[in-house]
């Protein structure tokens, strides 16, 4: 595919799209949309979620009678469905379009490969094995901690389990909700997280790879990492069921990968193409004090003045907030000056 129809491409090689990212359009009032979006909202990342729950829901999970007891047994077996799940979705991600390059740098917001950037931020000055091991051996393992957790309290009932006969209406709602939570509990935490010294000792391992891949998606400090998955307690909070909290689950840890993906557009065939969603969380990682949240299905980042859509107006406004922080920063610095 000609990705110059498409978006344009600068000096150095890098990838932007012509159309400026959008916040869902019921926001706006522009309604007219509001059935494009919908279809974009259920498929393809939504319905695929769906999907891999099904699969944890009747292939993988034990009987609730095991998991009223912490074991080995069915932990570890979560534990391995968990490790073979993301490395079969990120890893195929990362060798077909990273590896082996199916299409090049056609799409790609970064015209660079991680594996062509050495630096002594990563362990063994790889981005791809720092991120690979940070995936395995810090995300996945707190991942199914907080997984097998909530699995528990359920089976224990101390969660409120609604049963689908009796509240399937709350229930589909709830189902409809789960990336709305997740965008929500994302922007919160993520934002405090760049704040000071929480970003210096935590956030700073996942902004080490400031051009993402696959492999990216999950590798973070610990701290992070418990807070990233911790929305599942939401469903722990407010009434709810087990498969949706799984739902929950799944959506963020699998999803976590798309905004990492790099390329605006999957190449499938000569002629078809699958849209990443990864724009907004491409240019979080490019500028960092921008789009702390989603993709604008609740628009936190529009409402509190630090949404990027891509466009050069953007940038400007992007530019004016850095100029006003730096201000108030030097006005603080000459206070602390004086009265010495």
Same mark, same amino acid.
């Given at each position: 595919m000609d990705d110059l129809l498409f978006g344009t491409r600068d000096k150095r090689g890098n990838w932007a799209p012509n159309a400026p990212l959008e916040v869902a359009p019921f926001w706006t009032g522009n309604l007219a949309k509001t059935g494009? #979006?919908? /279809?974009?909202?259920?498929?393809?990342? *939504?319905?695929?979620?769906? $999907?891999?729950?099904?699969?944890y829901w009747y292939l993988v999970l034990p009987d609730w009678e095991v998991m009223r007891t912490f074991g &080995?047994?069915?932990?570890?077996?979560? +534990?391995? @469905?968990?490790? $073979?799940?993301?490395f079969l979705l990120f890893g195929s991600i990362e060798l077909i379009y990273y590896v082996r390059r199916r299409q090049g740098t056609r799409f790609k917001y970064n015209h660079k490969f991680p594996a062509e950037n050495p630096s002594d931020v990563f362990w063994f000055k790889s981005q791809n094995i720092d991120n690979f091991l940070r995936t395995f051996l810090v995300s996945i393992p707190i991942w199914t901690a907080i997984q097998c957790f909530?699995?528990?309290?359920f089976a224990n009932g101390f969660a409120t389990w609604l049963s689908p006969q009796d509240h399937w209406l709350w229930l589909a709602v709830l189902v409809f909700l789960v990336p709305a939570i997740h965008e929500v509990h994302?922007?919160?935490?993520?934002?405090?997280?760049?704040?000071?010294?929480?970003?210096? #000792?935590i956030h700073s391992v996942h902004h080490n790879s400031i051009n993402p891949s696959p492999w990216s998606s999950m590798s973070m400090h610990p701290v992070e990492s418990?807070?990233?998955?911790?929305? /599942?307690?939401? +469903?722990?909070?407010?009434?709810? *069921?087990?498969? /949706? @909290?799984?739902?929950?689950?799944?959506?963020?840890?699998?999803? $976590?990968?798309?905004? +990492?993906?790099?390329?605006?557009?999957?190449?499938?065939?000569?002629?078809? @193409?699958?849209?990443?969603?990864?724009?907004?969380?491409?240019?979080?990682?490019?500028y960092f004090e921008v789009n702390y949240g989603g993709? %604008? /299905?609740?628009?936190?980042?529009? #409402?509190? %003045?630090? &949404?990027?859509? %891509?466009?050069?107006?953007?940038?400007?406004r992007m530019k004016e907030?850095?100029?006003?922080?730096?201000?108030?920063? *030097?006005? $603080?610095?000459?206070?602390?000056?004086?009265?010495?």
């Open positions: 494009r #979006w919908l /279809v974009g909202y259920v498929w393809p990342h *939504n319905t695929i979620f769906m $999907a891999v729950t099904l699969v &080995w047994g069915w932990i570890l077996r979560i +534990h391995l @469905a968990n490790s $073979a799940g993301i909530t699995l528990w309290c994302f922007f919160c935490g993520h934002w405090l997280i760049h704040q000071g010294p929480l970003y210096r #000792w418990a807070f990233f998955f911790s929305e /599942v307690m939401w +469903h722990l909070l407010i009434p709810s *069921n087990p498969f /949706v @909290a799984m739902f929950q689950l799944v959506s963020t840890a699998y999803g $976590a990968v798309v905004g +990492h993906i790099g390329f605006d557009k999957l190449e499938l065939t000569d002629d078809r @193409a699958v849209d990443s969603h990864a724009y907004a969380h491409y240019l979080h990682h490019k993709d %604008g /299905v609740v628009p936190l980042d529009k #409402w509190f %003045g630090t &949404w990027h859509d %891509g466009t050069r107006e953007a940038d400007e907030r850095f100029r006003r922080k730096k201000a108030r920063m *030097n006005a $603080a610095a000459s206070s602390r000056s004086a009265s010495l």
